[in-house]
């Protein structure tokens, strides 16, 4: 497994030095999601949006998306702030990268497609983030990082989780994966990052990790929102 993680921290180290405009935790509101859309990732997740809405999509699926591009602009924006922040002997993995290095966790799983992720495994825990230690001998994997915008609908039920059984769950299953790979995730921890002034757990206290991102939920669905109507996401559906 040791050489799964050196393959991925390659290919992270790599995109990372690439990357050329990158907010900080320090910015502004304002600032931080302007050079949030001159970013690389950005771009990209915009591109893969439209390519997404170009083909004929249902309304259920126009639905699912908008859900889904919020979900990823989170995530991508998160990455983007908490991984410039990172000491020099760490590194966050990207959402890419972390899907990828669980992927090959598991690669028996089975996949299910995401229309901005691609092929996701199913049926294990995927977190949003991995920050990778790199200052023993070996590589290890120090945090695990969910970005928690709002607890996601669930898909059979239709309805929400309620708040806590969302966050437990996420908890539960991040210990089973410390249970499977005790090499890898040893005295690693769970941090949810949520929107200021977001929602946090009682029944969590002193077992993850809860840190706040410099916006509002409801700051964030604004920015989301008006990138909607800036970017033409807003389809009419054309099937049934």
Known sequence: MSAVLDDILAEQMSETLA???????????????????????????IE??????????????????QSDFAGAVYENLAYILLGAA??????????????????????NAPRRRHPLKGNQIHGFYTPDGAVIDMSGGRLLISSVCDYTLFPRENAKEGA?????????????????????????FRNASLSFFIPKNGY?????????????????????????????TKYHLAPVPVMG
């Open 86 to 107: 990172q000491p020099q002997a760490s590194i966050l993995l990207s959402p890419d990268r972390t899907a990828e290095f669980y992927a090959r966790l598991h690669p």
């Open 48 to 65: 893969q949006a439209k390519a997404y809405l170009g083909g004929q999509r249902s309304q259920g699926e126009i639905n699912s998306f």
């Open 200 to 228: 946090r757990p009682k029944i969590l206290a002193g077992m993850a990790n809860f840190e706040e991102m410099p916006f509002s939920a409801d700051e964030f669905r604004k920015y989301v929102d008006s990138l909607t």
């Open 19 to 45: 990357m050329t405009e990158r907010p900080s935790l320090k910015d502004d509101i304002d600032i931080i999601f302007l050079k949030f859309e001159r970013n690389e990732l950005f771009i990209q997740l």
């Open 160 to 184: 929400r989780l309620p708040k806590d059984e969302y966050f437990t769950k996420k908890h539960l299953r991040f210990r089973q994966e410390l249970a499977r790979f005790p090499q890898l």
